[in-house]
């Protein structure tokens, strides 16, 4: 029998990732290793304090980020955090949560304000911010918040293309899990599908692996596709249908 559909995007977004992860950061997502608590915890804050992308940088939300792949305490938030820091803070503290500038009950975009800023920069930031806000969606079990993230997914859709993403896969386990929902259009599910799979694309134009960042981004997605079809609800919203685990 063929693995489900989801099960192969997590097998190839973790294919991707692994050749770019350091040894240390692979024995570290290894969540059930023997490692004391205390020296892992002392190991994951060294990794995170040294962690760069391949050409060097570092961005604001790599600590919540990073913290969150490697489950543990991010630390104190930033006294004044962009709207995608709070989105990934939001893995670690509830008050990130509202904090946030959104409206909820809206369609469009998550982040109005951002309008102003470049392409690029903006496009980054929300994409960013929808994968953040997938696992407070998880977390929170929460209906509203996948169906208001579903909503600013559609309309990147619909106004956006994924290569102004600057090549970076956020969210491409979202788009993923939107092709596979059997209530959307034949259409829509193309479309997003063709979405998740540039956005896989992207992250290895013109190298043979992604760069360390964006494995992590992959890492991640396939981890939240994971979780989600280990997830139960009394009432399984559509998007995660086809991730739930069968009925027996």
Do not use: K
């Given at each position: ?7 192969q995007?997590?097998?190839?977004l973790?294919l991707?990732?692994r050749?770019?992860?350091s040894?240390?950061l692979?024995r ?6 023997d ?5 892992r915890?002392?190991d ?15 961005r ?12 543990c ?22 008050a ?5 500038p959104i ?13 102003d800023d ?7 930031a ?25 909503r ?6 619909a106004e ?6 600057t090549?970076?896969?956020w ?20 479309r ?20 360390r960042?964006?494995?992590?981004i ?6 939240w ?6 997830m139960?609800w ?14 027996r």
């Open positions: 029998m063929p693995a489900p559909a989801h099960a995007w997590v097998r190839r973790r991707a990732a050749p770019s992860l040894p240390d692979r570290l997502l290894d969540h059930d290793s490692e004391p608590q205390p020296a915890d002392a994951c804050r060294a990794l995170i304090d040294a962690f760069t992308d391949n050409a060097g940088h570092r604001p939300v790599d600590r919540p980020l990073l913290s969150h792949l490697l489950r305490a991010g630390g104190d938030m930033p006294a004044d955090p962009r709207p995608d820091e709070l989105a990934w803070w939001c893995c670690h503290t509830r990130a949560y509202h904090r946030l409206d909820w009950i809206a369609d469009g975009r998550l982040f109005r304000d951002l309008g470049a392409i690029e920069t903006w496009t980054d929300e994409l960013s911010s929808l994968h953040a806000l997938s696992w407070e969606g998880l977390r929170a079990r929460s209906p509203a918040i996948l169906s208001r993230i579903t600013a997914a559609e309309w990147l859709l956006v293309q994924p290569d102004n993403a090549e970076r896969p969210a491409v386990h979202f788009f993923a899990a939107m092709s596979l929902d059997a209530a959307r259009t034949p259409e829509s599910r193309a997003a599908d063709l979405y998740a799979q540039t956005l896989l694309n992207n992250a290895l134009v013109g190298r043979e692996r992604p760069d960042f964006s494995a992590c992959l890492w991640d997605a396939a981890n596709l994971e979780s989600a079809s280990r139960t009394q009432r399984t919203p559509p998007l995660l249908a086809p991730l739930a685990p069968p009925s």
